[in-house]
């Protein structure tokens, strides 16, 4: 179990199973991570592809929640293991609700699981990819020092247009100036 100045990453428990239902089944959580049309979404969604797929083998895994409530959840945050282990890199993913967008705790998780990553994952890379449209999700991951790798240009019709998706990342190397920068600030 981790903690943040206000939340708490701790690991995932069964009990977890109906709270992350409902995170996937929001619209607004479906627009601005999936690629698939929204859909109401099954229990076997988070049993079948979640749990075994991104929690049970991902390098770093947890459920996030309010330290000052732990039973309050709000999201989940993981590291999905390389496809290739030499390379030493990791997709982030991270899905927090629709209501706790905007406050900060999507930069207070993504600063600390990079932190993780590269301090006690020994990991090189550090990537993932977010919607065009998404904004402050963009604004979260540059603010982490992760940088514009590239742009799949059009690869998401939603709402009758398309919708780039931008490739994010932050090295070790980046990683290691900022936070040369930062104890320099402190």
């Not at 996937?24 to 690629?35: C, G, I």
């Not at 209501?99 to 006690?120: L, N």
Request: hydrophobic residues 40%; glycine residues 6%.
């Amino acid at each position: 179990m981790f903690t943040t100045d206000r939340l708490l990453l701790r690991a995932y428990q069964p009990s977890d199973d109906a709270a992350l239902h409902a995170l996937n089944n929001s619209l607004p959580v479906q627009l601005a991570q999936r690629r698939e049309p929204p859909s109401p979404t099954p229990m076997s969604f988070v049993t079948n592809t979640i749990v075994p797929k991104w929690f049970e083998q991902a390098l770093f895994h947890a459920i996030i929640t309010l330290k000052s409530s732990p039973s309050t959840f709000i999201g989940y945050v993981c590291l999905v293991p390389p496809s290739v282990p030499k390379n030493r890199d990791a997709m982030y993913v991270i899905s927090l609700k629709e209501e706790e967008w905007g406050r900060g705790y999507g930069s207070e998780v993504t600063k600390f699981v990079v932190d993780w990553g590269f301090r006690m994952g020994g990991l090189h890379r550090i990537w993932l990819g977010v919607f065009g449209s998404n904004v402050g999700a963009i604004k979260t991951y540059e603010k982490a020092g992760f940088v514009h790798e590239g742009r799949v240009r059009k690869a998401n019709w939603i709402d009758g247009k398309w919708e780039d998706t931008v490739m994010m990342a932050i090295l070790d190397e980046d990683w290691e100036k900022m936070r040369a920068v930062d104890e320099k600030k402190q």
